[in-house]
Every structure is written in structure tokens, then in C-alpha cells.
């Protein structure tokens, strides 16, 4: 599990991840609440985080061409000092008072166009640090650094928002920019080869949503995560800020989000033992707890209540998430997998934004509480439109004791693999 460690481009990037990490704990919290104090509108805070969230799904196509053409080293470096520099911006105009919508959203734009750029080199340098026979323990840590991060990063944002204020908060993400930057300085890896034969790009696409279409199980749970992702994303990433801070309070609500990164940790050593044939059934029926937080904000706001369903969150997203990988890894021609993927993310994300925008004008128009349990809901009803697909309950993994184990390494390694149940931290403060 620790030989990984011993090369030390892994170890940089390994660091440089897990401060990332720590940075995108902290920034949602500070930057919901800095735009909550500037002007109180949950519709403001809406189009803020989503501003963010729309060019990093425009952009991360991009991202990826970039990632193949240049040293990922100097992709990394490079995004992480645009990431400081525009968290830098945000921080110093709230902590001077001069903070206004029209500028957060310039930059959380600005911020979400560089998160794009950042992602794929992130995923794609991992299996360059290691021989490939440690490929799988470098992704376990990689993750278990990822989700000590995100732990540490959102219980200290709401300490910090609550204690010193929110701008402090982003400054701190702005030195975490600049840390990682370092860190991934030390990812000496070989540029990656360009090919003078290349196939065109749309015919690279084409066939690329050939295959996402030939599987009526993979489009089916990508379009049913479509509303799912952004059902969560607008009711916990925007109402969720909002109803803490009139009920639990602002450090609570890290510690909420804390929780839920912590039941992901338990959650993955729970699918390391699971053994079921049906393994992408159990793992989108798992998908129905992730009413438990909407409803909780709706009917109950208390910590206990919050907490525990955070953490019951974290580990049904982890069962999902060793069950889609693994079925993804089994079906997909390897030579085509990075564009179904890319497919997956494009689906699952792109009405991200649309949830985190709408969500506002919508609980202004018939109350914050109505709003929750209709986003609770239409949770439900996407889990059981997934459910309805013959070939999503039949779908059978083969080789158990092998898929998991390869679908776990999947699954630790972020980017286009991410999971379309699992929003990426760089787009939202959950998995």
C-alpha cells in the first residue's frame, strides 16, 4: 500500500492533491456565505456557484486536449497559480468590502475555466508517477488523501467563516492554490506523445458516442444522474448554506459536509468486501439515500439529523461508485474508454449549472421547505426511472474478487473517471 511513496513524483502529486483538496473544502463554504452576507439573495449565491460550475463543464473537454499536448506538470503548475490568483481577487474584495455579484461572478467563472484545466492533467499524471504494477495502491491513496482533504478543508471552512469571516476563508484557498502549485512542480513525468496521424476530433467524438450509446445501461444511469446531480447541487450546494444559517450555523454546516466525505472513507472500505453479481443494481438502489439531506433540511435541520445523513450519504455514494466503474471497465473497448467517460461527465454535469440557478427564483416563488422535499422527490423519481431499465437490474459484473479491486482503483482515480453520482469537489463541495 506504501510503495507508491517511494517516487517521488507521486508523493509530490499525491501532496498536491490532498492540498487542493483541503482548498476546495474550505472555498464553497466561504464563498456561499460571502455572497449570503453581501446580499442575502439565495438566487445571487445561485448564479454565483453556478457561473463556476458552467465553464467547468465547457471547458473540461478542453482541458483534456490540453492535458495530451502539453507536460502535465506544467498544466498543473499552471492552473494552480490562475487558481490562486483568482481566489486571491475574490478574498481581497470581500475582505476590503468591495465585493459585488457582477465581479464574483466574473471570477468564479474565471476560476471554473482553470478547474477545467486542472482536472484531467490531475486524473491522466497519476498512473506516470508509478510502474504500473503500483497503479491501484497509488490511486487508494490518492483518494484516502482526497477524502482526508475534503474532511479537514470543510470542517475548517466553517470554523473559519464562523470565527474570523469568509474572506478569510477564501484567502486560505488562494494559499492552497499556491501550495499545490509547488507540490506539483516536483511531477517530473514524461510529456505525452503527439501523434502526427491523429484522427480528426469529431470522428475521435463520433465514435466515441457510438459507444456511449450501443449500452442502453450506461446512458440510462447517465441520464437519470443528470437530474439527479442537479437536484443536489442546487438543493444542498445553495438552499443548504442557506437554511444552516438560520438554523445550525455556519461551522455546523462544515461539519455536515465533513461527515459526508467521512462516510465516503467508510464507504470504500465497505465495497472492498461486497461480493454481488448485480452489482450496478445494488449500487443505484444505494442512490435513494440521497433524499435522506434534502429531506433532513426540509423537515428536521438539526446537527444529529444532518450528520447522520451526511455520513449515510457518503457511503451510498462510494457503493455506487465501485459498481458503475467496475461495470464501465468490464463493457468498455479499452481504447475508447476515456471518450465513454468523457460522455459520462458531460451528461452527468451539464444541468449542474441549470439546478444551481433555478434553485433560487424557485424557493423564492413557493418557500424554501416546498422547494426541498420537490428536490427530494425528483431524487426518488430519477433512482427508480434507473431502476426501470431491464438491462440496469440485469447487468451482471464478472469476476467479482477482481472487479471490485479494479473498479476501487477506477474510482480513486478522479477526472473524466469520476462516478456520475459523485459531483466533483471542483464543481461542488460534495464527493
Known sequence: MLAPLRHAAFRY???????????????????????????????????????????????????????????????????????????????????????????????????????????????????????????????????????????????????????????????????????????????????????????????????GWTEFTARTWVWVVVLGFMILNAVLAGGVNVLGPAVADETIGRSAWGIVLAAETAGMVIGGLIALRIRVRRLLLLGVACMFVESFLLLGLALAPTIVVLVAAGAAIGIA???????????????????????????????????????????????????????LLILATLVVLSVLGMLASRDVRRLQAVAPARSVDAAQSESANGGLGDAPGAIPAELAPRA
Request: net charge neutral.
Open 13 to 207: 502529486l499525491a501532496a498536491g492533491r490532498l492540498v487542493n483538496m483541503l482548498g476546495n473544502g474550505v472555498a464553497p463554504i466561504a464563498l456561499a456565505f460571502a455572497v449570503l452576507d453581501l446580499t442575502g439573495s439565495v438566487r445571487d449565491l445561485g448564479l454565483v456557484v453556478g457561473a463556476r460550475s458552467l465553464m467547468n463543464v465547457l471547458f473540461v473537454l478542453f482541458g483534456g486536449l490540453v492535458a495530451d499536448r502539453l507536460p502535465r506538470r506544467v498544466v498543473l503548475v499552471g492552473s494552480n497559480l490562475l487558481g490562486a490568483l483568482t481566489q486571491a481577487v475574490v478574498a481581497a474584495l470581500v475582505l476590503t468590502g468591495t465585493a459585488t455579484i457582477p465581479l464574483l461572478l466574473l471570477l468564479s467563472a474565471a476560476n471554473g475555466i482553470v478547474s477545467a484545466l486542472a482536472q484531467p492533467a490531475s486524473a491522466a499524471a497519476t498512473p506516470q508517477t508509478v510502474p504500473s504494477e503500483l497503479i491501484q495502491p497509488a490511486n487508494v491513496i490518492i483518494r484516502l488523501g482526497m477524502n482526508v482533504g475534503m474532511i479537514g478543508g470543510a470542517a475548517l471552512g466553517g470554523l473559519l467563516v464562523a470565527a474570523v469571516g469568509t474572506g478569510w476563508g477564501l484567502a486560505l484557498d488562494a494559499v492552497t492554490f499556491a501550495i499545490a502549485a509547488v507540490a506539483f512542480a516536483g511531477v517530473r513525468v514524461a510529456a505525452p506523445q503527439t501523434q502526427s496521424t491523429r484522427t480528426g476530433l469529431v470522428a475521435d467524438l463520433r465514435e
Open 317 to 371: 455514494v462510494e457503493q455506487f461508485a465501485v459498481a458503475w466503474h467496475t461495470s464501465i471497465a468490464q463493457n468498455i473497448p479499452a481504447d475508447r474508454l476515456a471518450r465513454v467517460y468523457s460522455y459520462d461527465m458531460l451528461g452527468s454535469f451539464v444541468a449542474i449549472p441549470f439546478g444551481q440557478m433555478a434553485v433560487g427564483p424557485v424557493a423564492a416563488a413557493i418557500g424554501t421547505r416546498d422547494t
